[in-house]
């Protein structure tokens, strides 16, 4: 009998490389040049930027004779002062110009050469600066600002959305043939170093090879975040179709899902409390707890910590999750008859604890993004009841022993394609541990904007 498990989902994945600059020149603006060297326009230019005055982003420096450290100088206040402007193209331009002469002022460029690419919505360069800074600069503070700002960053507009569609084959009946089709909307607000975060959800299951409508799923939630700080809460419905084939899960009154009552559940729930601190070398610890509400008979306490680590050339991601399931399901009555006489035994699930553990690298090329580790679960259920006169109070043992390998490709900036499949062997105490191979395979592609 294979259990349904109650993994978390962990962590985002960052891309992982160095890409050259795809900024065009802009136009030659007419107007307000200078007829004087390029010395003399260098110094005035400064004079102009400290004073607040404009005017100097409007000269073509590279129709003034300048030797390459007179235009790195140029280049780098006129991309400043188009990024205080809010003109993050004409920024663009002139930064990534700074960036290819080089200089001693790269390290600043790159962080505002991120923060132009932020403001544009462009998240794969923004991985790629990040990989770079990382590399050139291990300690800079800009790239603990950077580090920061990625954990709470979504997207440049208040309002998101999203869709994804994943088709899933697996060994367990439970979950094989099914097609999940789910919509996302997302608001976000910031308030100084304060972010707040609204969020509503909606998921349709389908089993293809037996129903049009398996399952469905509604959420609401909403996040606060200060520095490292993180809390949320969420409250859901579900339901879940009567299935005709109950070998592959726990029931106890009838073929049900073991995490519905009576097919419709209006006790869902989730609160969590976390907390994140990033070193300047790009180190990540986090720690979270949590508490679910499964349904009215399911509940769940976890505690999570998880590590990330960003290299020259791929990511680093771990965690260890610890859960106690509490649970109160009505007892399953069995009656038979043996020489002995007649005998009735009443048993039922009542608890469960769990530990799991994660370690994947990811690796990022282009638009190809790719991870590859192995998982490790541990659970002990446990049983109550009676049989006869007797009292029951047994545990059952189970472990599990996987590797999971995704691969996603960024066809566009809103539009992925993904590709996951995983395969290891199950040990339970009901079957003396020998191992049960175990599998599954998924396929779908997400929009978002």
């Not at 009946?173 to 097609?179: F, N, R, T």
């Not at 499964?294 to 505690?303: I, M, N, P, Q, Y």
């Not at 043996?338 to 009542?350: E, Q, T």
């Amino acid at each position: 009998m294979i259990r349904p498990r109650l993994l978390p989902s962990l962590l985002l994945i960052l891309g992982v490389l160095v890409s050259l600059s795809e900024a065009k020149r802009p136009a030659r603006r007419s107007g307000g040049q200078p007829k004087l060297d390029c010395k003399t326009m260098a110094d005035s230019l400064t004079r102009l930027y400290e004073a607040g005055d404009p005017a100097y982003l409007t000269w073509d420096f590279s129709a003034s004779k300048c030797d390459s450290s007179q235009l790195y100088t140029a280049y780098y206040y006129q991309g400043i002062g188009f990024l205080f402007l809010s003109d993050y193209k004409e920024a663009l331009y002139f930064l990534s110009a700074a960036r290819d002469i080089g200089g001693p002022k790269d390290e600043e460029i790159l962080y505002h050469l991120w923060t132009v690419y932020r403001k544009l919505d462009r998240h794969q360069e923004m991985e790629r600066l990040t990989v770079e800074l990382h590399q050139r600069y291990p300690g800079s503070l800009f790239l603990l600002e950077i580090l920061d700002q990625w954990k709470s960053l979504r997207s440049s507009s208040p309002l998101t959305w999203g869709f994804s569609s994943k088709a899933a084959w697996a060994r367990s009946p439970y979950l094989d043939h099914i097609l999940s089709n789910r919509v996302r909307a997302e608001t976000n607000q910031k308030r100084g170093l304060h972010q707040f975060r609204e969020t509503g959800s909606m998921s349709l299951k389908t089993a293809w090879d037996e129903r049009l409508l398996q399952g469905f799923q509604g959420n609401l939630g909403g996040e606060y975040g200060y520095k490292g700080f993180s809390a949320e809460a969420h409250w859901g419905i579900g339901y879940e179709a009567r299935r005709t084939d109950t070998t592959a899960i726990v029931v106890t009154s009838g073929a049900q899902s073991v995490l519905v009552d009576s097919n419709w559940n209006f006790a869902q729930g989730r609160f969590a409390l976390g907390y994140s601190f990033t070193t300047s070398s790009g180190w990540n610890l986090g720690l979270n707890a949590s508490l679910f509400q499964l349904s009215k008979d399911w509940t769940v306490a976890g505690l999570s910590h998880s590590q990330s680590y960003l290299f020259s050339d791929f990511i680093l991601i771990g965690y260890v999750d610890v859960q106690n399931h509490w649970i109160d399901f009505a007892t399953d009555t069995v009656a038979f008859s043996d020489a002995s006489g007649s005998h009735k035994v009443l048993r039922g699930l009542d608890g469960m604890q769990s530990f799991s553990f994660n370690l994947t690298p990811y690796f990022s090329l282009g638009r190809h993004s790719l991870g590859i580790g192995p998982t490790y679960y541990f659970s002990r259920w446990h049983y109550s009841g009676a049989a006869d006169s007797a009292r029951i109070d047994d545990s059952e043992i189970q472990q599990s022993a996987s590797a999971t390998a995704s691969y996603s490709f960024d066809l566009r900036h809103w539009f992925r394609l993904a590709l996951s499949a995983s395969y290891g062997f199950d040990f339970d105490q009901i079957h003396d541990y020998r191992p049960e191979d175990v599998y599954s395979v998924e396929a779908g592609f997400s929009l978002s904007y």
